[in-house]
T-cell receptor, first 110, second 118 residues
Framework: GEDVEQSLFLSVREGDSSVINCTYT??????LYWYKQEPGAGLQLLTY?????DMKQDQRLTVLLNKKDKHLSLRIADTQTGDSAIYFC??????????FGTGTRLQVFP | GAVVSQHPSRVICKSGTSVKIECRSL??????MFWYRQFPKQSLMLMAT?????????EQGVEKDKFLINHASLTLSTLTVTSAHPEDSSFYIC??????????????FGQGTRLTVV
């Protein structure tokens, strides 16, 4: 069945880069997404990548996709304390359902 | 960009009462909307798919009589938690995909509703 996995926690120092990893199972997903959820808030779409791309860069964010290994990563350059949140990767099924990963809690310390 | 508005953002209700949550797509039509539930420190769980003009499709384990979904128009879906109990306390989020099929789809989320049943 469909399954999306992420590591649960990541702790980085302010100014360093953060890399959040995700593995998925549905090879037919045409879009893969990264969402950010701040405490007590809804989901904010950060970025997404088409399945025919290997990389997408958007300011401090870099998404890498290894379709062969079904591996997706989100790199945040120059991580700031405001980046502390839970990050969800998600794939979209052929019926438009989003399948979410377990979420990675990013903690940025000074 | 496209916006999905969800209302209310927070609600506290007494045990046994019903609560209605609205999800509106503001600048696009959504024949399908999705309702998710998020437990504390956990990921989002898809509850049901709301279909305009027809019955909602519920995921396994979700009680359709408890979580009533009505997709009355192309821009509005409602989730009613009936006879709410404390265990229904959770964060509920709706989303609406824009586009036809997975080939041209972006999903937009509402702000979420924090339901607390006392």
């Amino acid at each position: 069945g469909e399954d999306v996995e992420q590591s649960l926690f990541l702790s980085v120092r302010e100014g360093d880069s953060s890399v959040i990893n995700c593995t998925y199972t549905d090879s037919s997903s045409t879009y893969l997404y990264w969402y950010k959820q701040e405490p007590g808030a809804g989901l904010q779409l950060l970025t997404y990548i088409f399945s025919n791309m290997d990389m997408k860069q958007d300011q401090r964010l870099t998404v890498l996709l290894n379709k062969k290994d079904k591996h997706l990563s989100l790199r945040i350059a120059d991580t700031q304390t405001g980046d502390s949140a839970i990050y969800f990767c998600a794939e979209i099924s052929d019926t438009d359902k989003l399948i979410f990963g377990t979420g990675t809690r990013l903690q940025v310390f000074p | 960009g496209a916006v999905v508005s969800q209302h209310p953002s927070r609600v506290i209700c007494k045990s046994g009462t019903s609560v209605k949550i609205e999800c509106r797509s503001l600048d696009f039509q959504a024949t399908t909307m999705f309702w998710y539930r998020q437990f504390p420190k956990q990921s989002l769980m898809l509850m049901a798919t709301s279909n305009e003009g027809s019955k909602a499709t519920y995921e396994q384990g979700v009680e359709k009589d408890k979580f009533l979904i009505n997709h009355a128009s192309l821009t509005l879906s409602t989730l009613t938690v009936t006879s709410a109990h404390p265990e229904d306390s959770s964060f509920y989020i709706c989303s609406a995909p824009r586009g036809q099929g997975a080939g041209n789809t972006e999903a937009f989320f509402g702000q979420g509703t924090r339901l607390t049943v006392v």
